[in-house]
């Protein structure tokens, strides 16, 4: 029996001594105080933190880095006290205990999760009865919207047979193009020796690349003919561009002309205000109906552009503020559309305000008895005429330049 104590005791030996030699030296000594290593996962120290203790709170740390643990360090002395033993502060264990925070631990390949509790904005809003939280309407980013109709839209216009088999023929024999002008240095100098320019490559993060990319490609086609294009297909063993293939980039680089444009005016950085959006996009829709009657082959893109702006911009174009906004700026006033309808939605907009105006005006100077203020209602009457008349003075001023506004002072406030 003394033997066989004997041969645990010694059994239990070894196994102590080996899990020693298995927790390997600390690597990073100066934080050996803080952190005591517990094992080893994939490419990460498993450490148990000695300044949360008593709690045990292990995380991972990379074998190259210990920016995981000085985190840890940061966030600690941020939110918890540590006592002249490096030992969190009883108040702060208290608090703790409190709450039941540090009961349970998630963790993940090279760092720690601590609990956050998330609250949704949107029902503490509906609870709120307008007083205390305001917010301002939100608007949509117009040209990630226009870029989105140009990318995502207008891949609905392949459900047409007949473009699908001509868009995919000519763009796949493009992008040959633009792939071998950026791989090979060669085949670059090849380009710009019969087509004196260098091709544009679409990228998928930059607006209307690919438009310029085509419309460089057609601009080598007007400056320099149809034979710099089949030399440089010969040259690079590149598949022929057919005559239907090469009016349809044309065609396309005309189509998509106007929707650059527009992008280009609402992504301005200077003279560019909330009234530009409704008519930007109105004179847009004007200009695609136009080029769809006499389009050949683009006319399913047309459409496909015309159904994205519906889609995306429909309730925008029949807001009364985004309307009146483009009324008070003086380059476009009522002239960017015909509709009535829509013109009216804009004035009536603009003539409430200006009502309102006169009110806050009168509300702003002294106040009277309910007697005297019927008997100089008559002022307030003028004054809102006054109002009127600047407006439609300001809609027969011929000047279109932004200092206009400045000779209409109501309709100026409301600009």
């Not at 033997?3 to 020693?20: L, W």
């Not at 709450?99 to 904005?121: H, K, L, P, Q, R």
């Not at 309307?323 to 476009?332: D, G, N």
Request: proline residues 4%; charged residues 25%.
């Amino acid at each position: 029996m003394d033997g066989d104590i004997e041969n645990e005791q010694n059994g239990d030996t070894r196994d102590s001594a080996d899990k020693q030699q298995d927790i390997p030296n600390h690597p990073w000594p100066y934080l050996r105080e803080m952190f005591d290593i517990v094992g080893m996962k994939n490419d990460s120290w498993r450490m148990c933190c000695q300044l949360c203790q008593p709690k045990r709170h292990e995380l991972l740390a990379f074998k190259n880095s210990p920016s995981n643990l000085k985190k840890h360090i940061e966030a600690f002395r941020v939110y918890g006290e540590l006592d002249e033993n490096n030992h969190p502060d009883s108040a702060l264990q208290g608090a703790r205990a409190s709450t039941g925070e540090g009961e349970s631990d998630e963790e993940e390949e090279g760092g720690d999760i601590t609990s956050v509790e998330f609250v949704e904005a949107e029902t503490i809003l509906a609870e709120d009865n307008g007083l205390e939280y305001q917010l301002p309407k939100h608007q949509r980013c117009a040209c990630h919207l226009l870029n989105l109709i140009s990318t995502a839209d207008a891949l609905k216009a392949n459900g047409n047979p007949v473009y699908k088999r001509l868009s995919r023929s000519a763009f796949s024999k493009c992008s040959s193009l633009w792939s071998k002008s950026s791989r090979s240095t060669t085949a670059a100098e090849i380009i710009q020796d019969n087509c004196k320019l260098q091709l544009l490559r679409p990228n998928e993060t930059r607006w209307n690349s690919l438009f310029f990319a085509v419309e460089r490609i057609v601009r080598i086609l007007k400056e320099q003919g149809k034979g710099a294009i089949t030399a440089v297909c010969s040259a690079l063993k590149i598949p022929m561009f057919t005559p239907v293939e090469l009016a349809f980039l044309a065609e396309y680089t005309k189509t998509m002309s106007p929707f650059a444009k527009a992008l280009d005016v609402l992504q301005g950085e200077a003279n560019v205000q909330m009234g530009w959006l409704v008519a930007t996009i109105t004179l847009l829709q004007a200009k695609l109906q136009h080029l769809c009657i006499s389009s050949k082959s683009c006319r399913p893109l047309i459409e496909a552009l015309l159904a994205g702006l519906e889609r995306r911009f429909g309730q925008m174009l029949t807001d009364p503020e985004l309307i009146a906004a483009a009324i008070l700026v003086p380059k476009f006033k009522t002239c960017w559309t015909s509709d009535e309808c829509v013109l009216k939605l804009g004035l009536d907009y603009i003539k409430s305000h200006l009502k309102e105006q006169v009110v806050v005006m009168t509300e702003g100077g002294d106040t009277y008895h309910s007697s005297e203020e019927d008997f100089f209602s008559a002022i307030k009457q003028s004054r809102s005429q006054e109002n009127t008349k600047q407006l439609e003075t300001y809609l027969g001023c011929p000047g279109d330049a932004t200092d206009v506004l400045k000779s209409f002072p109501a309709v100026c406030r409301l600009s």
